[in-house]
């Protein structure tokens, strides 16, 4: 035994060195950094991406030590209040409404607040932190979300830490069941499995979700799952398991139509029917007269009043105002032609795509998600998990690019005003659109010199 970990110990020792640096960044992100620090904030997560990109070169084929080693820094997280995010106090707040059975789409926390009988276990201090954005308006997280945040404050006890230990522990088991069903579908796809560690070790998808406590991965872990059933022809199970997925993020609701070719009529007739019908399971304990009416307000607010590390919202909106347009009625207008344009993206990708295959069917929703980002008013980074994801299931990089520079957006929380910086953006933009543009040239560029091949061969051969 000793022998064997002094061998272990002589083959991995840089490897053991990398993780080990990134272990106390790591700690230094979750412990030591006030998000107002941008200086500290880029520097330690370059410092990541980096030894992220060298740990996986040297360690790729050698899946135990590096699902070990992303699992270990996900577990440095696991009493550390996250740091970039004031969402998980709305997330607790949800999760004690649901845990006293109050409908959190017909309850404000506005007006509980001022409830002098109020049951919820540290309310005000959950008030403060969620903000009076958040406070203002209904719950915006779909009703299996809704059931988790209920479960964490079950389990959590009546402490703000306990939920978010409890939290914490969902996100990551959920990042370990992406791990077990993306490599599996790499697997189906003829693409190499090592490709699961550019999510997997990813310095902003630890950081944005287990870190944050986002519910993308939570989301991601049944949309995969989903995907992977449907490549091994079990849909109707898929259909079950795709229904979940939306039921905890809506998004996956964008990729719906493209089942139409992939599937074919009748069989998509009957997918569709199935995730119907477990996303109606899933919000009949919430539904009133009133739910509807909240929920799609709340949802319309991404669309017509929120802006953030927006593409080409920024550009517009930079042109319209040298024309005196007031940026508060030009969101508005944009919110709603952001939304029939995407409907037009998605109907496109559908009819004119080739989505028989199920590369070419994550190609589209890669294509139709990257798309949407480029034109939504807000772009969180943690919006990103869900393309970082795709994008590795298909021959293209730029969004792994994009999850490294997405972090200059949060130069906004450097000041008090919040305000972001637009040459910042710029920078990240501009780095993103160059690195997909060049990915395409050269794809295309490959696909002419292949045609150019095959016809002189066959030239030959007649």
Known sequence: MPNTLSTFLKLHKVPLVLALLMLIFYYTFAYHLDRTDFIKLITLFAALFFLCFKLIQFEKWNFKFLLATGILFRLVFLF????????FYRFIWDGELVSNFINPYVELPEILIEQSNLV???????????????????????????????????FGGKTILGNIIVIRGIVILADIGIFYFGRKLLKQLNLSPHLIFWYFLNPLIIIELTGNLHFEGVMLFFFIWGLYLIGSNKWKLAG????????IKLIPLLFLPLFLKHLGWKKSILFYM???????????????????T??????????SNFEFNAGLYNVIKQIAITFDSKPWELIKTYGKITQITTIIIVLSYTFFKSNFKLSDLINSMLWILTLYYFIAPTVHPWYLVFLVMLSILTPYRYALLWSAVVILSYFAYSNTSYTENLWVLVIEYVLVYGFLLYEILTRSGKKVLFRKNLASNYEISD
Do not use: R
């Open 120 to 154: 919820i276990a540290n309310a005000h201090e959950l008030y403060n932190g969620m903000g009076t954005l958040s406070a203002k308006h209904y719950s915006n997280y779909p009703p299996l979300n809704q059931i988790l945040f209920g479960l964490a404050t079950v």
């Open 274 to 292: 199935v995730v119907g019908i477990t996303c109606l399971l899933t919000f009949i304990p919430f539904y009133t007269p009133e739910f509807i």
């Open 240 to 247: 079950i398991v795709y229904g979940i997925s939306i039921s």
């Open 294 to 303: 909240n929920y799609s307000k709340t949802v319309g607010l991404w669309f």
């Open 80 to 87: 550390a209040e996250p740091n970039l995010s004031q969402d």
